[in-house]
């Protein structure tokens, strides 16, 4: 007998192994990663969303690149690469130089004040 799910609830299943409760390492806690990940795969999170947790995401693991986000928040490499030059527009991230990383300008006090001016502009 062949057990099969979906996506979404391996995907699930993932994230509550990895956080206990299913809970995001950062962000709201009422939003947790599973949700998130369904959001994307279904095409139901917006921009901001996105936006918003990929600032939460390299702000506290202090590293911002293509991979992490197409890892962690399960997007496509385009999607990634628009995110970044969002966060590089908004100057939560340098510049890449070359190959390398981008650096996270932004520390974990600031990010607050930048999320609230991300929902401002829109």
Not at 16 to 37: E, K, N, S
Not at 64 to 80: C, F, G, M, N, Q
Not at 89 to 111: D, F, M, N, R, Y
């Amino acid at each position: 007998m062949e057990i099969r799910f979906g996506l979404g609830e391996r995907r699930r299943r993932r994230a509550d192994a990895r956080h206990g409760d299913g809970t995001a390492t950062t962000g709201d806690p009422a939003r947790t990663a599973a949700q998130l990940v369904d959001s994307v795969m279904s095409g139901e999170a917006t921009d901001l969303e996105l936006i918003i947790q990929a600032a939460r995401l390299v702000v506290s693991t202090r590293f911002a690149s293509t991979t992490l986000l197409v890892r962690r928040l399960h997007l496509s490499v385009p999607e990634a690469n628009r995110i970044l030059r969002r966060l590089e527009h908004c100057e939560v991230i340098a510049p890449a130089e070359g190959s390398k990383p981008h650096s996270v300008l932004t520390t974990s006090q600031q990010l607050p004040g930048v999320i609230e001016e991300f929902i401002a502009r829109g």
